[in-house]
């Protein structure tokens, strides 16, 4: 009875609802009282009509005539929690507009000419989750854009003109999921751009002009699990680029890969599945121990030549059970072969000249490309592609450098070529090419200002030519240069002063030249640089202060060369160094705190293969939990100094090694037993124990300081008896002598008259 008495009220309610928005609505506008929506579509509206019920939940105003957006503009409809403003020419946000919108949860200012994100556009919006403005003309965020928008989870800001992302650029997104960057022209993310993001699960830069990974700053992301980079004009990832703890989707399809290091993702544990797919990748090596396990690897569209050198990465993805997609783009009778269907035995070659020979004569077999680009786009006897922005003179003869390419072009390769020497002036009207080749030219000069003009190169690469000087201005224009490879030339003397103008030079590749010394600040000018590789040089000294001007500096490879001594005195600066590589030079001795200029940063040491005798017993002092890897392996080492503050070791080696498993060498038992890890560790010394695990041998047992067991209980006894069916360990009367200790445990006369018992006898031997 109450129900029936109840409709009439009901019914005269939703009526008088009705006749107020109806009222309310403008002519203009299609109003739907019962789903409290308002739509005022393609009405060249100039302003936003006053008359709109404060009680509409959905705005349309799309394809309108706002042209700006003044502070409060929608306090009268306090309600809305959706808002569609694309394509209404809106070029400016004012501050405050959104103010009164606490329930927003959607708000669409896609395809607008926004060109300034204000500090306080969005204030007001504590409610909204997602924030749609594509196709604006952004090129700045201000500082506290989004500071607002707490619970925001989806931010697209695709198809803009952002250049530059600044440090905590969103500040405030505690809730966001995922940041679409993509079809922007990005080219620098400042280190902290994206710090704060704590919940961001997936990151879009995709189609942008990011020339090299952006390694610093993808560590503030500790939650992404999908990074998509395809369609940027990356040439090259080195080791660690990729450091990303929950990353497992990566793409980085359609770029300009030419080399990928085997330890690009090694810091990326949960990565499975990574496409590298439509790159300039030949070869590929397997990922290195510790990478993440692969499911899905993708090389499609890459030109990579099935040739030996392709065998171990195929051996590694039948063994590792990693789908590899892709196909040959060569040799000829494995040419478009699956990868998956080749097998490890079909992948040979004669030798690396063979094989150069063979790839020379199958190019040109090459049948002439249906589309032959305009003459003054692509040189006489040269391939251009015009959808990738690649140019290829390779191995063509050229004696001068070509002209003609398209100011487009973006990877140029000219190696294996005759030019001798690269004239003032070589690159006319190229600003846009980020990668450079002119590997195996015979180049011995490169004349002041050779590559002029050339404001968007990263990548240079003049390895393997017969350079053995740089003048100072030589590389004047470049102000974009990051990476320069100069290895396998005939330098005698670093270049000092060369690199002056290059003001952004991260990597500095000089190995396998002919370099014997390193001067007081040969790095003048490149105050920016992190990699420094030296390798296979025959240097025998290096200044005190030789590294001072790149205080950045985080990797140095100083292997294969002639030094006899740590170089402590030249890296008293260099309080940013992670890797330092003396491996194959001549050093007999490490002194004491050889390493504390450099011990609060460093995390790889290695110094294997050097003829090491001896290491201080504080060589290694003042480095601790931060080494990650120590390698000492192939040296003449007898004992080590104390390892138990090197806490955070994640890898050592201290094979090859003559240990003489004695007392003094205690502390590393000790050590290996405390550890969680392999540690290659094998005795020499006393005759009996060589080629036993250190981690094995007992005679340590006797050592001073060594607790006995408190009785001869019967299973301790019979210990020596289980042992016998095994080598020898100790011989017969050191067992007595053992025995003897065990008997009178406050008498250590005995084991230390077998320590030297047992000396004398190593050096009789």
């Not at 920016?528 to 296979?536: A, C, D, M, P, V």
């Not at 070791?649 to 502390?667: K, Q, R, V």
Request: glycine share 6%.
């Amino acid at each position: 009875m109450c129900r029936l008495l109840m409709w009439p009220f009901a019914l005269l309610l939703l009526l008088r609802i009705h006749e107020v928005n109806s009222g309310k609505c403008t002519k203009f506008c299609i109003c739907d009282s019962i789903q409290l929506t308002v739509a005022c579509v393609n009405k060249n509206l100039t302003e936003i009509p006053p008359t709109i019920d404060e009680i509409t939940v959905k705005l349309d105003l799309r394809g309108n005539n706002l042209q700006e957006l003044p502070t409060g503009a929608f306090t009268h409809t306090p309600y809305l929690t959706h808002l569609s403003l694309q394509r209404s020419k809106i070029h400016k946000v004012r501050e405050g507009a959104f103010r009164s919108l606490g329930r927003m949860v959607f708000l669409n200012l896609a395809y607008n000419n926004i060109e300034i994100l204000y500090q306080e556009s969005f204030d007001g919006l504590s409610s909204l989750k997602q924030l749609l403005l594509d196709h604006n003309r952004i090129e700045e965020i201000q500082p506290g854009a989004f500071s607002q928008l707490g619970f925001l989870n989806l931010l697209s800001l695709t198809h803009n003109q952002l250049v530059y992302i600044p440090n905590m650029a969103f500040q405030g997104l505690q809730n966001i999921k995922w940041l679409r960057l993509s079809h922007n022209a990005l080219n620098n993310l400042d280190i902290e751009a994206f710090a704060g993001l704590f919940t961001l699960t997936r990151i879009s830069l995709d189609n942008n002009e990011l020339q090299f990974f952006p390694t610093e700053t993808m560590t503030r992301l500790p939650e992404v699990t999908r990074l998509d980079m395809n369609y940027n004009p990356m040439t090259y990832l080195g080791e660690e680029a990729v450091s990303m703890a929950k990353l497992t989707h990566l793409f980085l399809d359609h770029n300009s890969l030419q080399d990928f290091s085997n330890m690009a993702v090694l810091l990326s544990p949960h990565l499975t599945h990574l496409d590298l797919s439509h790159n300039q990748l030949r070869v590929l090596q397997p990922l290195a121990p510790g990478s993440p396990k692969l499911t899905r690897l993708n090389l499609a569209g890459n030109p990579i030549y099935c040739s030996c050198y392709l065998r171990p990465l195929r051996e590694w993805a039948i063994q590792e059970r990693v789908r590899l997609i892709g196909a040959c783009g060569g040799p000829s009778h494995l040419s478009e072969e699956r990868l998956e269907a080749v097998q490890p035995a079909e992948l040979r070659c004669e030798s690396q000249e063979a094989m150069l020979k063979a790839e020379l004569e199958e190019q040109r077999r090459l049948p002439v490309p249906p589309t032959t680009p305009p003459p003054d786009k692509c040189p006489t006897n040269c391939v251009c592609e015009a959808e990738n922005h690649h140019s290829s003179c390779e191995n063509r003869g050229h004696a001068k450098i070509p002209r003609g390419f398209s100011p487009d072009t973006r990877l140029l390769d000219l190696r294996g070529n005759h030019f001798h020497y690269i004239p003032t002036n070589s690159f006319p009207g190229l600003p846009e090419v980020v990668s450079l080749h002119l590997q195996r030219c015979k180049i011995h000069e490169v004349e002041d200002g050779a590559f002029s003009g050339m404001k968007g190169l990263v990548y240079l690469y003049l390895s393997e030519n017969d350079l053995t000087s740089l003048s100072p201005n030589a590389f004047k224009g470049l102000p974009q240069l990051t990476y320069l490879h100069l290895e396998n030339n005939r330098f005698t003397k670093f270049p000092k002063g060369a690199f002056k103008l290059l003001p952004g030079l991260l990597a500095l590749h000089l190995e396998n030249n002919a370099i014997t010394k390193l001067e007081t600040r040969i790095l003048m000018g490149a105050e920016n640089l992190r990699g420094l590789f030296l390798t296979s040089n025959a240097i025998t000294n290096i200044a005190p202060r030789a590294f001072d001007p790149a205080p950045d500096l985080d990797t140095l490879h100083l292997g294969s060369n002639k030094l006899k001594e740590v170089p402590t005195n030249a890296l008293t600066k260099t309080s940013s160094l992670a890797e330092l590589r003396l491996s194959y030079n001549s050093i007999r001795w490490v002194g004491s705190e050889a390493f504390v200029p450099i011990a609060t940063s460093l995390k790889h040491l290695y110094l294997d293969n050097m003829g090491l005798e001896k290491m201080s017993k504080d060589s290694l002092a003042g480095l601790g939990s931060g080494l990650r890897s120590l390698y000492v392996e192939g040296n003449q080492l007898e004992g080590v100094p104390d390892l138990s503050l090197l806490t955070g070791l994640e890898a050592i080696n201290l094979a090859e090694n003559p240990l003489l498993c004695d007392c003094p060498l205690l502390p590393l038992r000790k050590w290996i037993d405390q550890v969680n890890l392999k540690v290659r560790a094998t005795c020499a010394y006393p005759p009996e124990l060589r080629g036993q695990r250190v981690k094995d041998v007992h005679v340590f047992k006797s050592c001073p300081g060594e607790k006995p067991p408190p009785t001869l209980s019967p299973k301790i006894s019979k210990a020596p008896k289980a042992t016998k069916s095994k080598p020898a360990l100790i011989s017969t009367p050191r067992l007595i002598k053992v025995a003897k200790a065990k008997a009178k445990p406050h008498k250590n006369v005995k084991p230390h008259s077998a320590q030297k018992s047992t000396a004398k006898k190593r050096k009789s031997v």
